[in-house]
T-cell receptor, first 114, second 115 residues
Framework: EAGVVQSPRYKIIEKKQPVAFWCNPI?????LYWYLQNLGQGPELLIR????????DSQLPKDRFSAERLKGVDSTLKIQPAELGDSAVYLC????????????FGSGTRLTVV | GNSVTQMEGPVTLSEEAFLTINCTYT??????LFWYVQYPGEGLQLLLK?????DKGSNKGFEATYRKETTSFHLEKGSVQVSDSAVYFC??????????????FGQGTTLQVKP
């Protein structure tokens, strides 16, 4: 069984440019999460989806961050415009319905803003 | 609010040494507790979990016991191997979020095991 797939693995962009990250969860996992992991820190939840609905986006900085999960399967997280402080690892995770199963994480996308 | 505090790293041990990584938490009620491990270049993997007081989670020789009285969930292993070198994260799922999978993580502890 394929795990949670994220792309790209690494991204370097200049500040003020847009960037997008993609995530394909485990087949059948209705719940999808985006976490932000700053260097030397634990992951922090940005947004959680149940199917195509964002049910918890309270930690998402909505002035520059957006996310979508149009068909309730794969998801895209976007930053526009990126700032230097956005340099971090962006992790996607998924779990079985209503988050009852354990979270399975992808390998993450490491973003560097220069 | 809910929070998790882990011991500072890095922790450097020789192979076959005993490992303890301390984790304490702040939460209301009885959260679920987890240890995740992140090997170099890989995503976080669930190592073990405990969902109620006095439960012991175990996997791959690692153990942790849910201690409500000390609000702790310390990770232990009797004999570490070089392959255990990784970053270990303690996490909790708040009672209010027990059916959401939402996790609150500690800052992580890096373990280096030398041959």
């Amino acid at each position: 069984e394929a795990g949670v797939v994220q792309s790209p693995r690494y991204k370097i962009i200049e500040k003020k440019q847009p960037v997008a990250f993609w995530c394909n969860p485990i087949s059948g996992h209705n719940t999808l999460y985006w976490y932000l992991q700053n260097l030397g820190q634990g992951p922090e939840l940005l947004i959680r989806y149940e199917n195509e609905e964002a049910v918890d986006d309270s930690q998402l900085p909505k002035d520059r961050f957006s996310a979508e999960r149009l068909k309730g399967v794969d998801s895209t997280l976007k930053i526009q415009p990126a700032e230097l402080g956005d340099s971090a690892v962006y992790l996607c995770a998924s779990s079985s319905p209503q988050g009852m199963g354990p979270l399975t994480f992808g390998s993450g996308t490491r973003l560097t803003v220069v | 609010g809910n929070s998790v505090t882990q011991m500072e790293g890095p922790v450097t041990l020789s192979e076959e040494a005993f490992l303890t990584i301390n984790c304490t938490y702040t939460a209301t009620g009885y959260p679920s507790l987890f240890w995740y491990v992140q090997y170099p270049g890989e995503g976080l993997q669930l190592l073990l979990k405990a969902t109620k007081a006095d439960d012991k989670g175990s996997n791959k020789g690692f153990e942790a016991t849910y201690r409500k009285e000390t609000t702790s969930f310390h990770l232990e292993k009797g004999s570490v191997q070089v392959s255990d070198s990784a970053v270990y994260f303690c996490a909790l799922s708040p009672v209010s979020s027990s059916n959401t999978g939402k996790l609150i993580f500690g800052q992580g502890t890096t373990l280096q095991v030398k041959p």
